[in-house]
Every structure is written in structure tokens, then in C-alpha cells.
């Protein structure tokens, strides 16, 4: 599994902290999917870029993200230098910024990714055959911090592809065409024990026999090809090229059951659905894809294939897990038309689906620009409901073979590919994009409506209101409304959110804004020619993206009533008798292609409707006799037959049979904000997904710590600069405006030290050396740090008995270098000397001596960034300290800064600014005393003007 089906729910604090696994019912499953209430933002954040072969894996752990796949090379955004990283390297999510630190050292390319529950290691999966200088085959664990091999897992040796990887406990699933691991017999699936690498017998179902067998002329290798556990860990869904598991029909699909002593097939859980051939003499197996839904029950498989109707061919399909019966059938089917999906990922609130596909919204497969296709190149958002395409569309321009890899997390989606841009070459991301939560929107939802209610009735220019609850109306009032017009044309009205829409004669959907009293203006409603991409050619010829009309809009004029509900268009036609029902987004407004109607829902007098609406779980239908009637409905069965309501409470000298009727909006509620915080340290990771509205979606967060910062977001992070109580404030705003807020103390407590500061000392040079003294103050015994920032990348030597701490932080035109040592007792006033080379070079050094650190070094942890651009804002990096003093550096080169300004609560020890073109500046502070255990950093000291640096966190000890 390619690390998408499962993921490790890390409450981080600023970006990095404490790692916190959420327990499973039954088997645990290491891991949790995307839990966010936004769709991501259709911008894409800072990535680096890959410059040849194709992303095929991506794995998430706090800040750091990992990409594999089939390149060599890469590059840090905005920078000219090229790295030969190959097949696998670490960036950091939040800058952006490639960790060179980083070297698994792989001969071969990678295609799964899967962390440790922890987050300390990374299962890798590929072609590879060496990881450095020993021999490995195909599949390894490595340190998430340095690449290296992890002792004590022995590489089990399978004797043909891995192809996904699953974590569920402690047993790592395997995939792909071997038949055999640690010579032990597995047919395209085995399990290991996560922490040896020891092959175990909990899943030997083995698969057999080509998809295409007998007919068909590709021969791939038979085995499967794609996992996805549950989050549960009691199911796992397995796709590939094979017709058996042991020895069942399952034919490219089949469920497993995870029981506490053994993994089997599912005996009560089989589709036919995969059985069609698709483009048989081409490759076997069509099924590319499976994820499964953050709350188990459902999966959804993206399939190729080529267009064949009455097939899942080039579609995403969503299946029940809890169904059962041997012939199982999709609950929705997205298909594109004629072109293939090769991925899927899903969150709460999407379906995220990408490939070559140019449009979405088929009414089946088998041919492109059929009617109600919406345009949505190589990327889409499917309602989890219903398969609907959503609002957002960044789209991939050129779509080369596809976007192969998505992975949906709790802080955005990232999109692995073989081409190099986001929108029609709008956004250069060379075969990798991430789209976050954050600047995202939430998507459109619609309840059923409830009674009592409003009803409106529009007829000529007219608008009139009564109150219905089901078994009694008032008389008919006429409402004084702004923004009518004549309303003869209207062919069935509803309302979705404060948009009342309708069709009308002129064969078009349309929209007003309505709050009860107040029309907008009108609004066509026209996503099948979406003004991005209609015009954008698709392919080498004069093809565009330009989608078509559903059918339904040809047959608005005969319409005689519409309803929403349960993510379905209920509308009448005249002329017939019954109830017909499309697929509906409340979101993007676009139009399911295929009509259904519902069962038993003819009626004698059907054919007279004049009016349709949905409320308490019936369609009512007002008739031509000026009857209402009633039958109750639920995703698109009837539940009953048809009830005359008029009588009692309820006449027919009430208007049922003309003009249009619809329920009219509710007065919004307010939202109620919650939240809940852990922190680590002075590091605190805040969660305010508890925040609800009862009538809609929280749309935004903002939050106040308490300490004179704000942030956004569901889930944000901060790191306090020192201990105490703090009143944090929530306030989330809803999709109508209106706000909630809460408050609750956050307290960091405050830990004893032995630490104590001495003193510093420090020099601006440009020379071949720079000097400084140690402080006069220190005495044996101190901990020493001395810290050089110079314009150049050349690292400069430790100085004579110096011991250099961590990696230099640099960026294309400056390094910084820590090192320290324990003084001794004639080392005060000494001078500590930096040589920069032959040629002078502007440079800072400052030297720090500190009191009761350890015997064997002051520094026991440190952590470095560079910037790639300018920017005034330089932020800290994160560092686990023991629960004592931090020390942060900062750094520039720049021909123009002045001055350097620390946050706030943090205690300047040295301000250095140099003269000149191209100067280096430095920036020390302290903490001024300890801070709690944990994560510490993300501080940020400003510069007057735009720079790019270096920043250094040093935790002491």
C-alpha cells in the first residue's frame, strides 16, 4: 500500500511532536485516513521539483514527506542546482525545502511507501536491489531520519515484484507477483512481522490465473496489485490481475476478512462486476486503485481500461463492505467516458480520483462527450454520496499517462504524476503537487428538510408563503419580495442552502439567491462548460474541454415538478406516470447523467402533478385536482404506495395544482466551537474539528493563543516561547456567516534547571579568518558553543578543540556551522579562531558560555533550515529538548538589512549586522531559562527587509 490506505494520525506540535497512534476496535490498524471538513485549496503549495520519470509513492509523517518513484533527479523550488537523489527523498512540508541529510542510497525505483506507527521508520517497497552497499531485494525498512537501514529487519527475499504495502498491528502486508517469500509458498500476498521482517502465516491467500484467461493476448504476471485495509483493521480490499482466491471467484477483487489468528477470503462478499474483459489484448488486469473511507464502510477501486459500456472499464466505483452476496454492485459509478483513472484517494468529504481522464460525469463508459460531462482534466472530487463531481477543478495540463499516485491527509492532498504542471501550465509542480487544507472551502452539503416549513408558491409575478407541517397549512399570504420577476416559465423549484434553483422553458438550470424575502439575480447554471477549461484544447488537435448538457435540460419544458433530497433530483415529466431521479450535487449543481426512476411509484393521477417537494422522508405532489398526496421515499425506494393528504387541515381550495412550490430557507444557526489541545514541551498541537453547525459547515477557524499570536485552520499548531497559563480562543464562522467562540486555559508548566548564562562575545569580519574570544566570565567546566555564519558554502573547520555539532545550515550563498566543547580551566578570554580560506569573506561569529551544562558537551540536540527565498519572517526549526534552555541563531546574507528583531519572550544574547554588499548578519537568543520537554522552535525573528538565511536550534543539556 503506497501509504495512502493507511495514515499515521500524528497530533504534532508545531508540525513535529509527540506522535499519538489512534486505537483500532478489533485488529489495530496503524493508522487513520484523512479527517479534514475542507476541500483542499486548488493552488499548490512550494514543492520541489522532480525532474524526470514519474512519482509513484508518497508517505506522510509530520512535516516530513516522502516521494518515491521512478526518477534521479531533483531540485529544490527556485534554486538552479540539480541533486542526484534517485527513486527516493524527504522534503519538508512546510518549507518546502529537500533534506539532504536524507540518503537511503537505492539502485532501484520505488512504488510503495508505508510508515512506522511511530514515525521513526519507513517500509519501502520497489525494483531496488542495494540499499548503499548492501544487498536488499525489494523491500526494506529505513530510518525516517538519516535513510539508513534499520537494524534487526531481515529483508524476507520474495522471488518476484512487491507492488503495495499495509500495516495493520504489527503485520506488514505484502503485495504483488511473487510466489514465493523467504522460500516460503505466497501467492501474491504474504505478511511479515513488522519488526523482523520474519514471513509469518496469518495471510497466505494466494490468487491465481490471468484476468483475461483464456481469451485475451497480454500475459502480465498474475498477483495483486493494490491493498487497502480498513482503518478498522478488520477488512482488507485486494485488487490485481488474478480470477481466484483460494480458489473462489474473485475475479480482480476480493475482500479478506481479518480475523485475530488468520486472514481469509470473504465467502459472502463477491461482485461480478470486474468479470468484462477491457482491452484484453493490451494488459490484463484494468483495476489500478483502492482506498477505503476513513469511517471502513465503503472502498472505492479506479479502473482503466478503455470505454466499453455496461462495464466499470475507465470508472471509479464505490462498494459496501458490509454487503453481501455473491453478485455485489456498486453504490455509484463515476465514469469518465473513455479514459482511465489510475488512482484514488478519500477523505471525510471526497473522493479524490486522478489519471488521463478529461471529463467526469459520463452516464457510463464507452464514449467521450456524452451528455452532462463536466470537464475535469486528470483530477476530480467525487461526492462520497453519489460519485458527483465537486466544485474544485485545478485540472492537469498536459495530462501525459496520469497522475498514478494521490494521497489524502488530515493537512491536504498530494498528487503524484509524470507531468509537470497544475492547471493549463499554470503552476509549475514537476511531477509532484500538494494542494492544503489551508485557503480551502467546504464543500456544499444539504439536509433533508423537516416540517414545519415555509412554503412557497411563485406564479406569474407573484410570490406567496404559507406554513406547512404535513397535516396542516395556512391560507396563502402574499410575500412582499425584491429581485422577482415573472415566474411562467419556472418548470419545479428547490432550495440548496440560500439558493433557490430552478428549470425553466429555455431548456437551462438556473439559480436566485433567496433569504425568504430577497431574489438575487439570476444564474445560469452551466459547469459542463466550465470557463477555465472550456476553451483549452485536450489533446494535439482542435479538441477542447468543453463539456455537454445532461439530458434532463432537453427535457426542462415538459418538467412539472422538482424536489431534492438524499443527494438525488426528484422531477416529474407530463405525460408520465411516475417518479424520476437523477444523481444532484448541491455543491457543483451539476446534473447526474443517467435518469432512474423510483420503483412502485406510479400512480393513476401521477400524470397530473403539478408540483413536487421533499420533506419528513415523502415526496408530496400537488395535482391538477388540487389534491395533495404523499408517499414516503428514501435513496430513491419507496417505502409505501401514494396517500391522499388533503382533508382535514389540509383543503383542496388551497392552490396545489398551479404555479411552482418549493420549501422555502431556514434562519441559519449558529455554530458552536470546541476544541481540544496536547502539548509537548511548549509546543502544543490544537484540534477544533469538534466545532459544529447544526444547519450547515464550519468554514473557517481562528484562533487566538493567548500570547499576543493568532492561527487558522482545524488543526493548528504553536510553540509557547515560555511557561505559563494561557487563555486560548477559538472562533469558527459558518457557511452563512455567523460565528461561535470559545475560550479555555492552556497551561505549560514551568521545569527546574542547573543551566545558567554566562556571557558571549562576538565579531563582524570580512577577512580570511574570524576571531573572537571566549567569554571572561566562564569558568571550567561550562559548556561552550561558538557559532559562525559566513558568505560563502564552503564549511569552514572547527576550530582547535572544537567539536562540530549537527549539519551546517546553508543556503545558495551562505553556511552556518556550530560547534562546542567543554572549557577548561585556563580557556576564558582565549581566543577562538575561524578560518574562511584564501579569499576574504564576510562573516559573524559569536561564542556562548553557559553554566551546569553536561560534562560530555552543552549542546544534545540541534536542528538546521535554510530559506530558498526572500522573506522578512525567518522561522526557527523544531528540536526535542530534554526540558531545559534552547538557544536559536539566525542568519542572512544581505546588502540592505539593518536589523534583526527577536520574538517575542526570548532573550537576545548577541546582535550582529554587518556593512556592505552582501553582509552576513546574526541573530543569538536564549530562552532565558528551561522550557518543558518536547518540541521547541517555529519562533520567528524578522528582518526590515527581504532576505534569505539560515536558522539554527541548538537544546541544551
Given at each position: ?22 486505537a ?81 542510497r ?6 510503495a ?42 529483508n ?37 512481522n513488522?519488526?523482523?521482517?520474519a ?70 462478499w ?37 470505454g ?32 482511465s ?7 471525510d ?11 467526469m ?142 428549470g ?8 436566485r ?29 482542435t ?18 415538478g ?24 448541491p ?34 405532489a ?21 396517500t ?18 418549493f ?52 488543526t ?84 582547535a ?24 580551566a ?34 544534545t ?5 535554510a ?45 550582529l ?45
Amino acid at each position: 500500500m503506497r501509504s495512502r490506505q493507511f495514515r499515521i494520525v500524528l497530533l504534532v506540535s508545531a508540525m513535529l511532536a509527540a506522535l499519538f497512534v489512534t486505537a483500532a476496535a478489533g485488529p489495530p490498524a496503524n493508522a487513520d485516513q484523512a479527517h479534514h471538513r475542507l476541500i483542499p485549496s486548488a493552488v499548490p503549495a512550494v514543492t520541489p521539483n522532480i525532474l524526470d520519470g514519474k512519482t509513484l509513492a508518497i508517505a506522510e509523517v509530520g512535516r516530513k514527506v516522502f516521494v518515491g518513484g521512478q526518477f534521479t533527479t531533483i531540485q529544490n523550488a527556485g534554486t538552479s542546482a540539480q541533486l542526484a537523489m534517485p527513486y527516493l527523498f524527504e522534503y519538508d512540508r512546510v518549507t518546502g525545502v529537500i533534506d539532504q541529510t536524507f540518503q537511503p542510497r537505492l539502485d532501484g525505483y520505488v512504488v510503495a511507501l508505508q510508515a512506522s506507527p511511530d514515525g521513526s521508520a519507513l517500509y519501502v517497497a520497489g525494483t531496488f536491489k542495494n540499499a548503499g552497499t548492501t544487498k536488499v531485494r525489494n523491500i526494506i525498512k529505513i530510518d525516517t531520519t538519516t535513510g539508513a537501514l534499520v537494524p534487526g529487519f531481515q529483508n524476507p527475499s520474495p522471488n518476484g515484484s512487491i507492488l503495495d504495502l499495509a500495516l495493520v498491528g504489527n503485520r506488514l502486508m505484502l503485495a504483488g507477483s511473487f510466489t514465493t517469500v523467504a522460500t516460503l509458498p505466497r501467492g501474491g500476498l504474504a505478511s511479515l512481522n513488522a519488526t523482523t521482517g520474519a514471513v509469518d502465516d496469518y495471510l497466505k491467500v494466494n490468487v491465481d490465473t490471468n484476468h483475461n484467461w483464456p481469451s485475451g493476448t497480454a500475459q502480465a504476471p498474475v498477483g495483486v496489485a493494490k491493498l487497502a485495509a480498513t482503518p478498522d483493521g478488520t477488512r482488507l480490499v485486494a485488487i490485481g490481475n488474478f480470477k481466484h482466491a483460494d480458489g473462489l471467484n474473485r475475479d480482480q477483487l476480493a475482500m479478506i476478512d481479518l480475523n485475530a489468528d488468520s486472514a481469509v477470503v470473504d465467502p459472502n462478499w463477491a461482485t461480478t462486476r470486474y468479470t468484462p474483459a477491457c482491452q484484453k489484448n493490451a494488459f490484463d488486469s484494468y483495476v489500478r486503485d483502492v482506498d477505503t473511507s476513513p469511517d471502513s464502510s465503503y472502498f472505492v477501486v479506479a479502473a482503466s481500461g478503455a470505454g466499453y459500456n455496461g462495464t466499470l472499464c475507465d470508472s471509479a466505483a464505490r462498494f459496501e463492505v458490509n454487503a453481501t452476496g455473491q453478485d455485489i454492485q456498486p453504490t455509484w459509478q463515476a465514469a469518465t467516458g473513455q479514459d482511465s483513472l489510475l488512482s484514488v484517494a478519500i477523505a471525510d468529504n471526497a473522493v479524490y480520483v486522478g489519471g488521463h481522464q478529461k471529463w467526469m460525469n459520463a452516464q457510463q463508459s464507452g464514449a467521450n462527450q456524452q451528455p452532462g460531462q463536466v470537464p475535469r482534466p486528470g483530477l476530480a472530487a467525487l461526492d462520497p454520496d453519489n460519485g458527483m463531481p465537486l466544485t474544485w477543478n485545478p485540472g492537469r495540463n498536459p495530462r501525459g499517462d496520469g497522475a498514478e499516485e494521490l494521497l489524502a491527509t488530515d493537512n491536504g492532498l498530494y498528487v503524484g504524476s509524470d507531468t509537470d504542471y497544475i492547471g493549463d501550465h499554470l503552476y509549475y509542480r514537476p511531477k509532484l503537487a500538494f494542494f492544503p487544507i489551508d485557503g480551502g472551502y467546504a464543500p456544499v452539503s444539504q439536509p433533508d428538510p423537516t416540517l414545519p416549513r415555509t412554503l412557497f408558491r411563485l406564479s406569474g409575478t407573484a410570490t406567496t408563503a404559507r406554513t406547512f407541517t404535513g397535516t396542516s397549512a395556512t391560507a396563502s399570504t402574499t410575500v412582499t419580495t425584491t429581485g422577482g420577476t415573472n415566474w411562467n416559465n419556472v418548470r419545479g423549484a428547490f432550495m440548496i442552502g440560500n439558493k433557490m434553483v430552478y428549470g425553466s422553458t429555455d431548456g437551462r438550470m438556473h439559480y436566485r439567491n433567496f433569504d425568504g424575502a430577497n431574489f438575487g439575480p439570476d444564474n445560469v447554471i452551466d459547469p459542463y462548460n466550465d470557463p477555465t477549461w472550456s476553451t483549452v484544447t485536450s489533446g494535439g488537435g482542435t479538441a477542447t474541454y468543453r463539456g455537454s448538457f445532461p439530458t434532463l435540460y432537453g427535457q426542462l419544458s415538459s418538467v412539472t415538478g422538482m424536489a431534492y433530497a438524499n443527494h438525488r433530483l426528484y422531477y416529474t415529466r407530463s405525460g408520465q406516470n411516475k417518479v424520476n431521479w437523477r444523481w444532484f450535487s448541491p455543491d457543483s449543481l451539476v446534473v447526474g447523467a443517467a435518469e432512474f426512476s423510483v420503483p412502485s411509484s406510479s400512480f393513476p393521477l401521477l400524470h397530473d402533478v403539478r408540483n413536487l417537494f421533499y420533506a419528513d422522508g415523502k415526496l408530496w405532489a400537488g395535482m391538477t385536482t388540487n389534491d395533495l398526496w404523499s408517499m414516503p421515499v428514501s435513496n430513491g425506494i419507496a417505502s409505501g404506495g401514494w396517500t391522499k393528504v388533503t382533508g382535514t387541515g389540509i383543503d383542496t381550495s388551497q392552490g396545489w395544482s398551479s404555479g411552482t412550490m418549493f420549501l422555502g430557507p431556514l434562519a441559519n444557526l449558529a455554530p458552536n466551537a470546541s476544541f481540544t489541545n496536547s502539548c509537548s514541551g511548549q509546543a502544543c498541537s490544537f484540534d477544533g474539528s469538534g466545532s459544529a453547525d447544526a444547519d450547515g459547515t464550519v468554514v473557517t477557524w481562528a484562533w487566538d493563543f493567548g500570547d499576543n499570536t493568532t492561527g487558522s485552520g482545524i488543526t493548528p499548531n504553536h510553540v509557547y516561547a515560555t511557561p505559563g497559563t494561557y487563555q486560548v480562543k477559538l472562533t469558527v464562522t459558518d457557511d452563512d456567516g455567523a460565528t461561535g467562540t470559545v475560550t479555555q486555559p492552556v497551561t505549560i508548566a514551568a521545569p527546574q534547571s542547573q543551566i545558567g548564562y554566562r556571557d558571549s562575545t562576538g565579531k563582524v569580519t570580512n577577512a580570511t579568518t574570524i576571531v573572537s574570544p571566549i567569554p571572561a566570565t566562564t569558568q571550567a567546566g561550562d559548556g561552550l558553543i561558538a557559532v559562525v555564519s559566513a558568505a560563502t558554502t564552503a564549511v569552514p573547520p572547527a576550530p582547535a578543540g572544537w567539536t562540530q555539532v549537527g549539519a551546517p545550515a546553508a543556503t545558495d550563498a551562505m553556511t552556518t556551522v556550530v560547534w562546542q566543547k567543554v572549557a577548561a580551566a585556563d580557556d576564558a578570554g582565549r581566543n577562538v579562531t575561524v578560518s574562511l580560506g584564501a579569499t576574504a569573506v564576510k562573516a559573524t561569529l559569536t561564542v556562548l558560555a553557559y553554566s551546569g551544562t553536561s560534562a560530555s558537551g552543552p549542546v544534545t540536540a540541534i536542528a538546521g533550515s535554510a530559506e530558498t527565498a526572500t522573506t522578512t519572517g525567518h522561522h526557527s526549526p523544531l528540536v526535542t529538548t530534554p526540558g531545559d534552555w534552547v538557544v536559536t541563531v539566525w542568519a542572512d546574507r544581505s546588502g540592505t538589512t539593518t536589523t534583526f528583531t527577536e520574538p517575542a519572550g526570548s532573550t537576545v544574547r548577541q546582535r550582529l549586522i554587518g556593512t556592505g554588499g552582501g553582509h552576513a548578519d546574526q541573530l543569538v537568543v536564549d530562552t532565558g531559562g528551561p522550557v518543558s520537554a518536547g518540541q521547541f522552535g517555529d519562533q520567528v525573528a524578522t528582518t526590515d527587509v527581504a532576505s534569505k538565511g539560515t536558522s539554527v536550534t541548538l537544546a541544551l543539556r
